[in-house]
């Protein structure tokens, strides 16, 4: 279990944890609003459950008059409907407790937007809603507008989820190298023969500094095509995924659509690798040692405002 947080964005007073939870307290630096976040990863034995769900009830009334949230993996559904498998296995006992936990507590299960399930087996078959937000209602009228997104499955067998409550993306910040491109096939060879290609005359220096010049336009060309792309190639990647996992919800997938979904998926982890390599190296901690150290765009950066995702909780 993992929770993270923006020293910029929030002020985390206290954390405590016990048998499957991970609690967080503090507050909203820019409204100064207090909250309580609790991560939870439910285990499958339905005894453990019903304990697990009577310790969160305990939790929830002592903390009655507080911006509460109960998110992540429950390992429980609430009705049939969000549960699909080869058979017809539904465990009805099971749901009751966890439908009884919700409504004992007072919280707001919202409902989920963009999917039907939230974790998908690797057999294609089999799928159910076992991920979501569970709000009081005081949570609800301090960030209103909540809205629960299912987002697109990535390298997991569960998919993202956010808990929404207002629009601002301040979208990716811009990067002069990225070390990625030696991961890309065929960098090396364009950066060979292009470098071989040119023809200057002149002095030793001269010529350094004129083929060094030449490179950063074909490079920059090439980037064009291969790497500043990368957000959308892994977008039509996930939407072909996302279309047969919606078929596979209604339909059984035959046998070359299971292909197509493990030859995308490892296409996915290349893709992924790539893009990981470029979130990591813009990180602002690692400009020094890693980045475009001595610059004027580097010192803009460190004494630029910082702007975090506001509004936003990601379970995993």
């Known amino acids: 279990m993992l929770t993270v947080w923006d020293h910029s964005v929030v002020d985390v007073w206290t954390t405590s944890s016990f048998g499957h939870v991970f609690v967080i307290r503090g507050r909203v630096l820019i409204s100064n609003e207090e909250f309580i976040i609790a991560n939870v990863y439910a285990p499958c034995d339905t005894a453990l459950k019903q304990a697990l769900w009577g310790r969160l009830q305990s939790l929830a009334i002592l903390n009655a008059e507080s ?38 507590s007072f919280l707001v299960d919202l409902p989920l937007c963009g999917r039907l399930f939230t974790w998908y087996r690797g057999d294609r078959v089999s799928m159910s809603r076992l991920d979501r937000f569970l709000l009081f209602d005081k ?77 950063k336009g074909c490079l920059k060309e090439w980037h064009q095509q291969h790497t500043l792309n990368m957000e959308r190639r892994l977008c039509l990647v996930k939407d072909k995924m996302s279309n047969l996992d919606s078929k596979g919800e209604t339909f059984f997938l035959d046998e070359a659509e299971v292909m197509e979904i493990l030859e995308l998926s490892e296409k996915l982890h290349s893709l992924s690798w790539i893009q990981a390599s470029m979130s990591w190296q813009k990180a602002r901690q690692n400009w020094l040692q890693e980045g475009d150290v001595n610059t004027n765009f580097f010192h803009g950066l460190i004494v630029a405002p910082f702007f975090g995702d506001q509004g936003y909780l990601i379970s995993v």
Do not use: M
């Not at 601002?168 to 090396?188: F, Q, T």
């Open 139 to 215: 949570w609800c009228l301090t960030w209103q507008n909540c809205v629960q997104i299912a987002l697109q499955r990535g390298l997991s067998d569960h998919v993202p989820l956010v808990l929404r409550s207002e629009e601002e993306n301040w979208g990716p910040r811009p990067l002069r190298i990225l070390k990625c491109w030696s991961d890309v096939p065929g960098y090396a060879d364009i950066v060979r023969v292009k470098w071989s290609s040119f023809d200057v005359h002149g002095w030793g220096a001269y010529v350094l500094k004129e083929k060094l010049w030449l490179i």
């Open 67 to 104: 911006n509460l949230c109960f998110s992540g993996d429950f390992n429980s559904i609430r009705t049939v409907a969000e549960r699909k498998s080869r058979g017809s296995v539904f465990r009805q006992q099971d749901a009751d407790i966890f439908n009884s936990f919700i409504d004992e």
